[in-house]
């Protein structure tokens, strides 16, 4: 079965400045996806970004990156230039490639983000 | 914008009564959708993945006779929660896979009194 940890329960940052929230991973799978959801008081889920494993090139969306390394199992969300409203709960999850695709979540990480 | 809804938003009920959440896709159709449920300040749960044309698949420890799962349609999932009781106050989000996705519901948050 696959496990995802994110052992930073909260974190917080100072509005513009970068911050990256961290994501390990336990698989036997070769081919899957990675992502990370952001939760804001609303509740809606809404992806942020989302790599796939066959890919070496490290996703971006604007201000998001991710720091992929697939030997070490490690997801990590880079936010550059954070601003008030990335304040919200932070999901990492892991989809296995084929098959159903249902989502396994790490525990997240609370980020605020300070004026 | 959405691609995923959800109805209703909140819903509060009296324990022992029955409670259906709806799950549409939105301009696409969706053979499979997903049901979590997620506890305050915790992480999402997968309670149990909705098949349109067949029954649904529950996650370990999820009562199936609690949790009824009908994908009525391609575009609909429902989950009703029968004979409601305090403990299954909850948010309950569905999702449902989307290239570039999976897309989530707004979600639900149900209260039994």
């Known amino acids: 079965a696959q496990t995802v940890t994110q052992s930073q329960p909260e974190m917080s940052v100072q509005e513009a400045e970068t911050v990256t929230l961290s994501c390990t991973y336990d698989t036997s799978e070769s081919n899957y996806y990675l992502f990370w959801y952001k939760q804001p008081p609303s509740r809606q889920m809404i992806l942020v970004i989302r790599?796939?494993?066959?890919?070496?090139q490290n996703a971006t969306e604007n201000r998001f990156s991710v720091n992929f390394q697939k030997a070490a199992k490690s997801f990590s969300l880079k936010i550059s230039d954070s601003q008030l409203g990335d304040t919200a709960m932070y999901f990492c999850?892991?989809?296995?490639?084929?098959?159903?695709?249902?989502?396994?979540f790490g525990k997240g990480t609370k980020l605020t983000v300070n004026p | 914008g959405a691609v995923v809804s959800q109805h209703p938003s909140r819903v509060i009920c009296k324990s022992g009564t029955s409670v259906k959440i709806e799950c549409r896709s939105l301009?696409?159709?969706?053979?499979?959708m997903f049901w979590y449920r997620q506890f305050p300040k915790k992480s999402l749960m997968l309670m149990a993945t909705?098949?349109?044309?067949?029954?649904?698949?529950?996650e370990q420890g999820v009562e199936k006779d609690k949790f009824l799962i009908n994908h009525a349609s391609l575009t609909l999932s429902t989950l009703t929660v029968t004979s409601a009781h305090p403990e299954d106050s909850s948010f309950y989000i569905c999702s449902a896979p989307l290239a570039g996705g999976p897309f989530f519901g707004p979600g639900t948050r149900l209260t039994v009194l």
């Open positions: 999850a892991f989809m296995k490639q084929g098959g159903s695709e249902k989502l396994v």
């Open positions: 909705s098949n349109e044309g067949s029954k649904a698949t529950y």
């Open positions: 301009d696409f159709q969706a053979t499979t």
């Open positions: 790599q796939e494993a066959y890919k070496q």
